[in-house]
Nanobody, 115 residues
Framework: QVQLVESGGGLVQAGGSLRLSCAVSGGTFSGNAIGWYRQAPGKQRELVATVSSGGVTIYADSVKGRFTISRDNAKNTMYLQMNSLKPEDTSVYCC?????????WGQGTQVTVSS
């Protein structure tokens, strides 16, 4: 059973930084695509950043230049470095991996940015 567990969320002031981690267990994700998504209360879930199995990276326009997605296949972990955080980044952030091993989501971690 593949499981994804996020960590690193919390409360931060505007302009601050956080690094989210997503540990994948129960299977290797080295050949899979990875992604981070977020959903704020009353809003639809939106893509934050993804990396395809071929290495193509996509960022939402709202986070370009501030967020960086990365992966460490040896540790079966993906990351989202978030800098220059804004109050509008407040949301529940979820990680996802999809491909050969299937399509799996984490439970999410809350990020709150105060003004």
């Amino acid at each position: 059973q593949v499981q994804l567990v996020e960590s690193g969320g919390g409360l931060v002031q505007a302009g601050g930084s956080l690094r989210l981690s997503c540990a994948v267990s129960g299977g290797t994700f080295s050949g899979n695509a990875i992604g981070w998504y977020r959903q704020a209360p009353g809003k639809q879930r939106e893509l934050v950043a993804t990396v395809s199995s071929g290495g193509v990276t996509i960022y939402a326009d709202s986070v370009k230049g501030r967020f960086t997605i990365s992966r460490d296949n040896a540790k079966n972990t993906m990351y989202l470095q978030m800098n220059s955080l804004k109050p509008e980044d407040t949301s529940v952030y979820c990680c996802r991996t999809w491909g050969i091993i299937g399509n799996y989501w984490g439970q999410g971690t809350q990020v709150t940015v105060s003004s």
